[in-house]
């Protein structure tokens, strides 16, 4: 896999100045990328749901989850770890 043609993994045109933009233009900048987030999800909404049934189904017959990587993906982990058992009572 090609990391250099991954659009999640190229750096955004439109935010490459945001350490020189006002407090203001800032948040609305990033307010504005926030919402691609959505629509990205709402148009694999389908796809997502089928990963998330797959997933479901392995975790029920004893499989496990496992985060790969270093930085964020381990913090990520962690906030899963705590979430899981007061919010789905694992």
């Known amino acids: 896999m090609d990391l250099n043609s991954i659009k999640t993994e190229q750096r955004n045109s439109r935010t490459a100045q945001i350490d020189t933009m006002s407090t203001l233009s800032m948040v609305k900048l990033i307010n504005e990328e926030d919402k691609k987030v959505a629509e990205a ?50």
């Open 41 to 90: 999800v709402g148009a694999e909404a389908e796809h997502i749901a089928q990963a998330v049934d797959v997933i479901a189904a392995q975790l029920k017959q004893g499989g496990r989850l496992v985060y790969s990587g270093c930085g964020t993906s381990g913090r990520l982990g962690i906030l899963d770890a705590v979430e899981c058992p007061p919010t789905y009572s694992t």
